[in-house]
């Protein structure tokens, strides 16, 4: 059974820093790309950040470049998500989820399996 955990999230404020977590387990991790996504009260969900199987290719959302780092370590099924300089607008539930080739990687419809999420809320 595909499992997906999201963690790391909370409150922080205006400018802090948090790391999310997405344990993986019940397929193939090491082969398949993976995505953070996030959706905003009120809002559509919208992709955040993409790394591929290897680590060899990630790429990011415009407004979270420069500020936030995905990474992941296959050896323990784990993806990450560094977020730094922390905005009120990046208040959200954030969502792990795991594809085999997404085109584009921003594509919801691309990835199969998907966490329940965790909620990141950023304060003033």
């Known amino acids: 059974q595909v499992h997906l955990m999201e963690s790391g999230g909370g409150t922080v404020q205006a400018g802090g820093s948090l790391r999310l977590s997405c344990a993986a387990s019940g397929y193939t991790y090491s082969s398949h790309c993976m995505g953070w996504f996030r959706q905003a009260p009120g809002k559509e969900r919208e992709a955040v950040s993409y790394i591929n199987y290897n680590s060899g290719t990630t790429d990011y959302a415009d407004s979270v470049k420069g500020r936030f780092t995905i990474s992941r370590d296959n050896a323990k099924s784990t993806l990450y998500l560094q977020m730094n300089s922390l905005k009120l607008e990046d208040t959200a539930m954030y969502y792990c989820?795991?594809?085999?080739?997404?085109?584009?990687?921003?594509?919801?419809?691309?990835?199969?399996?998907w966490g329940q999420g965790t909620l990141v809320t950023v304060s003033s």
């Open positions: 989820a795991a594809a085999g080739d997404p085109r584009p990687w921003t594509a919801e419809n691309e990835y199969r399996y």
